[in-house]
């Protein structure tokens, strides 16, 4: 499976991480420290046999996206197994996805999961994955007593492969908020 997703600028990718690494200590749950999954939004995800063609598409179509504002104001979780920050689903962010979806989609031989398709699409920054009943509790906890609304700067897409996540193609966005 691939993904495509937005990245951060350094200090909200330290504070995401800073939660990630909370929840592990705490849990002992270590799936996201283990494979080195980076905090960020997932756009889209996908098979394909395709990945050259879809570097190239990406390549050719996020020259020209800006940097843009996140703002985290909750958790929330996919039961049972994921607890995620929920970020607002501004103007922007519906933007980038709908513009990585159109991308993308030219692609031959793809398979884009229908939850990551125009208005299917729900942002998420996971901080816990394949949690236990228990964990998910402990890791609310962890979230109850640190977590406060926060901002941040997508300032990278990238295009990662699962398991175990590898980078492929990172690509800067172009400095200067999106309007």
């Not at 909370?22 to 394909?48: R, W, Y």
Request: contains cysteine; glycine residues 4%; charged residues 15%.
């Amino acid at each position: 499976m691939y993904l495509i997703s937005a990245y951060f600028d350094d200090e909200t990718t330290f504070k995401i991480q800073q939660y990630i690494n909370q929840i592990a200590q705490k849990t002992g749950n270590t799936f996201m420290l283990d494979g080195c999954v980076p905090p960020h939004i997932t756009l889209s995800s996908f098979e394909t046999r395709q990945e050259e063609q879809i570097i190239s598409l990406l390549k050719q179509n996020v020259k020209d996206i800006r940097q843009g504002k996140v703002q985290w104001t909750s958790v929330s979780a996919f039961l049972p197994y994921v607890i995620f920050l929920s970020p607002v689903l501004n103007q922007y962010l519906h933007n980038l996805s709908e513009h990585i979806y159109s991308c993308i989609r030219q692609a031959e031989d793809i398979r884009i999961r229908p939850c990551y398709q125009p208005f299917s699409w729900m942002p998420h920054t996971t901080v816990g994955k394949k949690l236990s009943k228990a964990e998910m509790q402990a890791a609310f906890q962890v979230l109850q007593h640190q977590f406060g609304p926060f901002s941040g700067y997508v300032t990278k897409i990238g295009l990662a492969k699962t398991n175990p996540y590898t980078n492929l193609a990172v690509f800067e966005l172009k400095e200067g908020e999106s309007q």
